[in-house]
């Protein structure tokens, strides 16, 4: 029984440096180096080139080092029989709901609309009571930023496909309440799991249901946005602006339109990021299990995508 490792985009030392520290003895393979394949029942991975893992008839586990699973589950060829896992981690929980408190404060407080101004203009600000908040998905990260958001005095709601139950914060759920959270949302995060049913959903039908000057956080996939009707929205003043730490593209183009819009706050997709020593006991848990045929943490329901 060998590891995989697939990190496409990303400098795998550091991933096997931390996998050889929790097990020093496996015996591990970083793609595309030369290897068996028949020897490989457990990948690691983050970004595989598309129906890779067709090459591994034995491949019983593919594991995700961080907590999207949406670059695993978006290939259609992936092993049917082969279960899929994902990280859970408290550090890029804490990691992803002050990014966004960072994002909703700024924007509060038109902290970034006076720099590079070169005049001194004090611009008015909302209260923590006059915003709300809407935050769509309530998993880990989205009950997290909830909470967050809540706890310091923010009126919070979710929307999510089944019904939360999250101290300080309104739950909708389904078609039926996707307008009302929306209408009650003059700040929309995005911070649902990508799947089939939620790509694109970031578009000119929602953006039109939320309140006049809305503003819109996507800290989710590039996928959930549809970039030319959010341009739309914006220059029509339907939305007031947006911050995006995810896109379809990355590294996003330099040409790309959205780089001089003015209303348009970017990062470089930093909101949270797995840190390998961290998260890989994780890992080498699901990977001793298999060994042991014991039930694997954290794995993936594949029809639901997350």
């Not at 440096?17 to 983050?46: C, F, G, M, R, S």
């Amino acid at each position: 029984m060998s590891i995989l490792l697939i990190c496409t985009g990303r400098d795998p030392k550091v991933w096997v440096n931390a996998i050889k520290q929790q097990q020093p003895n496996v015996k591990l393979y970083v793609y595309p180096e030369a290897h068996d394949p028949l020897e490989i029942t457990y990948a690691v991975t983050w970004k595989h080139p598309k129906g890779v893992f067709n090459k591994y008839p034995n491949l019983e586990v593919i594991a995700s080092i961080g907590a999207g699973v949406d670059h695993i589950t978006s290939d259609p060829q992936i092993p049917k029989s082969t279960l899929v896992t994902r990280v859970i981690d408290d550090q890029l929980t804490k990691d992803m709901s002050n990014f966004v408190l960072a994002l909703v404060l700024d924007k509060m407080r038109n902290i970034s609309l006076h720099h590079g101004e070169n005049k001194w203009s004090p611009k008015s600000y909302q209260t923590l009571e006059e915003e709300k908040i809407g935050i769509m998905g309530l998993g880990v990260l989205g009950k997290a930023t909830a909470l967050s958001l809540a706890n310091i005095g923010f009126k919070v709601s979710g929307w999510s496909k089944t019904k939360k139950h999250i101290d300080g914060v309104t739950s909708y759920n389904g078609q039926k309440g996707f307008k009302e959270f929306l209408k009650n949302s003059s700040i929309l995060i995005c911070l649902l799991p990508l799947t089939s049913e939620t790509e694109n959903i970031l578009n000119k039908e929602l953006f039109e249901q939320l309140p006049k000057g809305a503003y819109v956080i996507n800290v989710a996939r590039g996928e959930h946005l549809v970039e030319h009707d959010l341009l739309e929205m914006l220059d029509k003043g339907q939305l007031s602006g947006a911050s995006l730490d995810v896109f379809r593209t990355e590294p996003l183009p330099e040409e790309h339109p959205f780089w001089k819009h003015q209303k348009i706050h970017i990062t470089p997709h930093i909101a949270s990021v797995t840190d390998p020593e961290k998260v890989v006991h994780q890992l080498m848990e699901n990977y001793k299990r298999l060994k042991m045929n014991k039930p694997l943490k954290n794995v993936v329901e594949l029809k639901k995508g997350y």
